[in-house]
């Protein structure tokens, strides 16, 4: 921001993430709270190209700003979800049924990553667990086997 006031308004902590965005705006000359989440969308998509860590650190500083004004936070869920989809899609989990998915991908990005995280691990885990106990079987089987066969040779 040019003007050394309005940044220590808009930015008190000097977040270089918030600074982004306020650069943003400055260059747009449009006011940056209160803005509607249709307008921070368009800030995400044409930020894109500075890489999905950045705009999602970005976007959690505006969230931060907002909420700390006891504001609502423009940046959960709606328009700025389906931009932050546009540069880094998340797949939603195998686990949420087929009607619900249209409803993941309005959750928060950083929401919509730990989500799909936490779901892959819950698959690896139980997959684990089958194959330990389809190998518990085949040991099971397998003694079963031999004991069967000893048990023969000490009748004979």
């Not at 195998?94 to 249209?102: E, F, I």
């Not at 730990?114 to 079987?137: F, G, H, K, M, P």
Request: charged share 25%.
């Amino acid at each position: 921001m040019t003007n050394p006031v309005l940044r220590a308004i808009n930015n008190p902590l000097g977040d270089p993430a918030l600074d982004l965005f306020l650069q943003w705006c400055d260059g747009k000359g449009i006011r940056p709270i209160p803005m509607a989440p249709a307008d921070i969308a368009v800030f995400v998509r044409q930020a894109q190209t500075l890489g999905i860590e950045k705009v999602a650190a970005t976007v959690a500083a505006i969230s931060k700003a907002y909420l700390s004004r006891g504001l609502a936070d423009p940046t959960a869920g709606g328009p700025v979800a389906a931009a932050m989809n546009e540069i880094a899609w998340v797949e939603p989990p195998r686990s949420w049924p087929k009607d619900k998915k249209p409803w993941f991908l309005q959750l928060p990005h950083e929401l919509q990553v730990y989500l799909s995280e936490r779901d892959d691990e819950q698959t690896r885990v139980i997959r684990r667990a089958q194959n330990e106990a389809a190998d518990a079987r085949k040991a099971l089987a397998a003694t079963k086997e031999t004991n069967d066969g000893i048990q023969q040779n000490t009748a004979a």
